[in-house]
T-cell receptor
Framework: GENVEQHPSTLSVQEGDSAVIKCTYS??????FPWYKQELGKRPQLIID?????GEKKDQRIAVTLNKTAKHFSLHITETQPEDSAVYFC???????????FGKGTSLLVTP | EPEVTQTPSHQVTQMGQEVILRCVPI?????FYWYRQILGQKVEFLVS????????KSEIFDDQFSVERPDGSNFTLKIRSTKLEDSAMYFC????????????FGPGTRLTVT
């Protein structure tokens, strides 16, 4: 089955700095890669996603890049703010309606 | 904006008891899922459901688990005989049309088995 590895497990940055979280996946059939943000005790919330026919996608301060050949994808957050502090999970899926296979999460702390 | 809802928010049960966790997916969505998250760990897939049948399930989803869509709005997860290791947050999710990849999660039900 699909195995998603995520690094780092914790990340601490100063407000205004950039944060990068990286994931690798094992199944070449995966073609959908979402990122979820989970605040303490809350539901995972979809913040950005990318499909395999696209190499990069950006939404304001958040961007995701995908390298299908190397089987890795990354989340980039620029101009970080304290409210960005949360656990971020990457995931991979083969198709719509299929299981999301999650990474172990990155706990991001943005200090003022 | 429509959201997935789940009840109850917290369920405490004794080992060996049956529990039913309930979910109301977003109304026009066609695919439904259950995931679980043990405290401090990653989200794990349990099962997906489409067109009134299971479309995919993980190794976790053994004979103790079942899902049902008893009516046009609810989606339930039943655990027949709970074990201590079933203690986790259980999330329901739904996604829309056939080419819609995005899965939207409910707020979760925290299940505590004593």
């Amino acid at each position: 089955g699909e195995n998603v590895e995520q690094h780092p497990s914790t990340l601490s940055v100063q407000e205004g700095d950039s944060a990068v979280i990286k994931c690798t996946y094992s199944d070449s059939a995966s073609n959908y890669f979402p990122w979820y943000k989970q605040e303490l005790g809350k539901r995972p919330q979809l913040i950005i996603d990318i499909r395999s026919n696209v190499g990069e996608k950006k939404d304001q301060r958040i961007a995701v890049t995908l390298n299908k050949t190397a089987k890795h994808f990354s989340l980039h957050i620029t101009e970080t703010q304290p409210e960005d502090s949360a656990v971020y999970f990457c995931a991979a899926s083969e198709n719509s309606g299929y299981a999301l296979n999650f990474g172990k999460g990155t706990s991001l702390l943005v200090t003022p | 904006e429509p959201e997935v809802t789940q009840t109850p928010s917290h369920q405490v049960t004794q080992m060996g008891q049956e529990v039913i966790l309930r979910c109301v997916p977003i109304s026009n969505h066609l695919y439904f899922y259950w995931y679980r998250q043990i405290l401090g760990q990653k989200v794990e897939f349990l099962v997906s459901f489409y067109n009134n049948e299971i479309s995919e399930k993980s190794e976790i989803f053994d004979d103790q688990f079942s899902v049902e869509r008893p009516d046009g709005s609810n989606f339930t997860l039943k655990i027949r005989s709970t074990k201590l290791e079933d203690s986790a947050m259980y999330f329901c999710a739904s996604s829309g049309l056939a080419l819609s990849y995005e899965q939207y999660f409910g707020p979760g039900t925290r299940l505590t088995v004593t």
